[in-house]
């Protein structure tokens, strides 16, 4: 029973358009987070929730937005998408302060 | 600004041979350290952490990481390596000074030669 799954997997779209990644966790753990992966693997945190609040939103542009229906889920939602979005995005989960469980990413290809 | 420093970007070892991968942290006072790693094409995986007590910690895969309060370090060991130990390495600390930080460091590949 995977504890941490994103969907989609894999996502190829075009430069403008907007798209959406969903995360869901069953472990019960009250914090979410996003991170952007690059290609030389440099993992840079985007967004974090506790019990649907957020209490990490660091510089990323507003194009990006974290929308957390419940503290299972967190989605992130990406507008006009542009070429240096593409990138590997992973969604982890945890006890706040306590280790994380990532999920096994979201492969975003901008053509 | 608070940070995580791995400075050796990659490593190549052979195998058998020990394993020592190094982190920095800038901080205060004494955060939430953690090892992680990450296979090609997989999500990052916890391999061991610290958040008081001994500072001596054992992890999966054989691993062992030492927090040493004076040099700001919470390096990461294994006596004998084994060639699926191939990876990238994380390291990462959490804490709170009025906002809430995790941050990872800019990881560590490590290279098995047969």
């Known amino acids: 029973d995977t504890a941490v799954s994103q969907t989609p997997k894999y996502l190829v779209t075009q430069m403008g358009n907007d798209k959406s990644i969903k995360c869901e966790q069953n472990l019960g753990h009250d914090t979410m987070y996003w991170y952007k992966q690059d290609s030389k693997k440099f993992l840079k945190i985007m967004f974090s929730?506790?019990?649907?609040?957020?209490?990490i939103n660091e510089t990323v542009p507003n194009r990006f937005s974290p929308k957390s229906p419940d503290k299972a889920h967190l989605n992130l939602h990406i507008n006009s998408l542009e070429l240096g979005d593409s990138a590997v995005y992973f969604c982890?989960?945890?006890?706040?302060?306590?280790?994380?469980?990532f999920g096994d990413g979201t492969r975003l290809s901008i053509l | 600004a608070q940070s995580v420093t791995q400075p050796d970007i990659h490593i190549t070892v052979s195998e058998g041979a020990s394993l020592e991968l190094r982190c920095n942290y800038s901080?205060?006072?004494?955060?939430?350290l953690f090892w992680y790693v990450q296979s090609p094409g997989q999500g990052l995986q916890l391999l061991l952490k610290?958040?008081?007590?001994?500072?001596l910690v054992q992890g999966i895969k054989g691993f062992e990481a030492e927090f040493k309060r004076s040099q700001s370090s919470f390096n990461l060991r294994k006596p004998s390596v084994h060639w699926s130990d191939a990876a990238e390495y994380f390291c990462?600390?959490?804490?709170?000074?009025?906002?809430?930080?995790?941050?990872f460091g800019t990881g560590t590949r490590l290279k098995v030669l047969a």
């Open positions: 901080y205060g006072a004494t955060p939430y």
């Open positions: 990462a600390v959490a804490y709170t000074s009025g906002t809430y930080k995790y941050i």
């Open positions: 982890a989960s945890s006890p706040l302060f306590g280790p994380q469980h």
């Open positions: 929730y506790n019990n649907k609040e957020l209490i």
């Open positions: 610290y958040f008081s007590g001994d500072t």
